[in-house]
Every structure is written in C-alpha cells, then in structure tokens.
C-alpha cells in the first residue's frame, strides 16, 4: 500500500511538472528550475493571491536554492509574459494570481488583507452601460471593493 501511494504521488508531481513546463513554453521562457517552483507553488497553492515573500516561504521550505530576488525576477518575467496578474491592493504588499483568462473582481479586507473574487454579471453590464453612455470604449477595467470580510467584523462572535 505504501509503495502504491509513492508511486501515484511520484505520478502526480511528474504530471504537475509537465503542465508546469508546458505554461513556460506556451509563454515563451525557458523552463527552468526557479520558474518551473514558482509556477507549481501559484499553480497548488489554495490562497490565490500570494505576495513575493508568500511564494519565497513555500519554494524556501521546499528549496533552499531559490531567493527572493529570484522569486521577485521570476514573478516579472511571468507578468510580462501575462502568466500571472500582479495586483498592488491599499492594504499593502503586491499580491500575485494566475491568470486564469477569466475576468474576476476582487474584495479586500482592510483588517486582515484577505483577498475574495467574485464576478457579478449585473456590475459588469451596469459598467458598459455607463462607458456607452459617456461615449467611452471600455478596453478593460478592475473593481476592487474594501471592507472587513465576516471574520474581522466586530460583531462576530468568533473574534
């Protein structure tokens, strides 16, 4: 049984590398070591929206050989090649996310920093009617909402 589980997390690991280094060439970099732990920590990790020193704590306790500088080259690299969207909220540190191709707007806690995407077809369409009427061709837009999430609003009972 224990060799059984070895093998189908070997296989995952192998498969999760290759999608990795399929990424870095479809966006046309070199798939190296550094990037290929970058991308896979983005691609693994449940918290969407990881600052550079988020990422550099996950590849550090993994591997010891990438550093920050490294982490922060690499994440430029990525952005340029729009692998990843870089987002620098009021709260503070810039955070990164995957670029998932899909457009998503973002709330953000102003007591704890968490991140929360929502789309809302009502907003978006309310947006274009208000760029039609001012004669504005809208090309892209963000929304970001700040407020305090459920868990830091002071009448919840669990804080």
């Known amino acids: 049984m224990i060799a059984y589980w ?8 192998i498969a999760i590398m290759n999608t990795s280094q399929k990424h870095l060439k479809e966006a046309g970099l070199k798939s190296t070591h550094s990037r290929r732990k970058i991308l896979e920590i983005l ?4 918290q969407r929206h990881l600052t550079a020193e988020d990422i550099y704590q996950h590849a ?3 591997d010891t050989s990438i550093s920050l500088a ?3 080259r690499v994440l430029t690299q990525f952005e340029e090649a729009k692998l990843v969207l870089k987002h620098t909220f ?3 540190s810039a955070v990164y996310e995957l670029s998932s191709g899909h457009h998503h707007d973002h709330m953000v806690c102003l007591e704890c920093g968490d991140v929360q995407e929502f789309m809302d077809d009502m907003i978006e369409i309310r947006q274009q009617q208000v760029a039609k009427k001012a004669g504005f061709t809208l090309c892209d837009h963000s929304l970001t909402m700040y407020g305090l999430c459920s868990q830091c609003q002071p009448n919840n009972s669990s804080h």
């Not at 070895?6 to 690991?13: E, H, S």
């Not at 691609?43 to 449940?46: A, G, S, V, Y």
């Open 43 to 46: 691609e693994q990790n449940d």
């Open 90 to 92: 009021e709260t503070g």
């Open 6 to 13: 070895w093998l189908n997390a070997k296989t995952v690991t």
């Open 60 to 62: 550090k306790n993994d």
């Open 70 to 72: 490294t982490v922060y």
